[in-house]
């Protein structure tokens, strides 16, 4: 594997064990990052340490501090941080097996591949592997990376093992802060009918080659017309016509996406027999197991 593993260890289902490798699953290399320059000499802007009252500072003289509340901070030494973290065990412990639906999608997190490492492990994490499939099951279990204990997901993916970190207690908040305050509010049901209509006609498969970033391609095409030396002029804004009524609204986008077009986003019609034989010969690979979508809070 080209990649380089983001953590190396042992995964164990009670006294079956063998050693494995942590790949990040995604990757942000295709991003557009700006650097900062000097508008005249086009040079890297360095970014100085400076307090406030003294001016710059080297950064020997800085020092972690904790604010306990504003303007007054517990100073914490980087001793005393080591003092406190956890051993590093090595060891990915499955303790536990439950529905993926017990999972709140707001406890998902980063995304990783959890593969064998090396030929010797291949036979113990294929049975791990084999017995998650049969049971259905997600497995949870903890390891330390990056100096944090983290609550990992496992399931099946493949021939590998798709592995999610699960947002801890502190860091999710809860719902009610935000959703308390939404009037309880009871819509017309015919509104809601020919919402249900609009939502049936865009109805169809995920397919995320045709979700793209449409800002992150924006910028590219920017940077290659000003890398050739033209003048890029923003483009007029769009102007959306503003509809009151919420009925009529919603007719329209009714009428809108039941246009040309639309027939593509339906579910598609049921093949015959003969169909459904030369679809299986040209399909190029099989689907895959649908996999959690990433999930935000």
Known sequence: MATRPTWQGYLRLSLVSCPVALYTATTRTGEVHFNMLHKDTHNRIKMIPTDPETGPVDRSEIVKGYEIEKGRYVVITDEEIKAVR????????????????????????????????????VEAFAVIREAMRKEGRVALGRLVMHQRERLMALEPRDRGILAYTIRNNREVKAPADVFGSIPDAKPPAAMIDIAAKIIDQLEGPFDPSQFTDRYEDA?????????????????????????????????????????????DRRKPAAKSSAGRTAAKKTAAKPAAKKAPAKKRA
């Open 86 to 121: 956890l051993s590093t065990t090595r060891t990915l412990d499955i303790e536990r097996f439950v529905g993926e639906d017990e999972i709140d999608r707001l406890y998902w997190n980063d995304p990783y591949f959890l593969a064998p490492d090396g030929d010797m492990a």
């Open 219 to 263: 910028l590219r095409a920017l940077i290659k017309e000003k890398e050739k030396g033209a003048t890029v002029s923003a483009p007029q804004p769009t102007q959306e016509a503003e509809v009151i009524d919420l009925m009529e609204a919603l007719r329209r986008s009714l009428g809108q996406t039941a246009g040309a077009g639309a027939g």
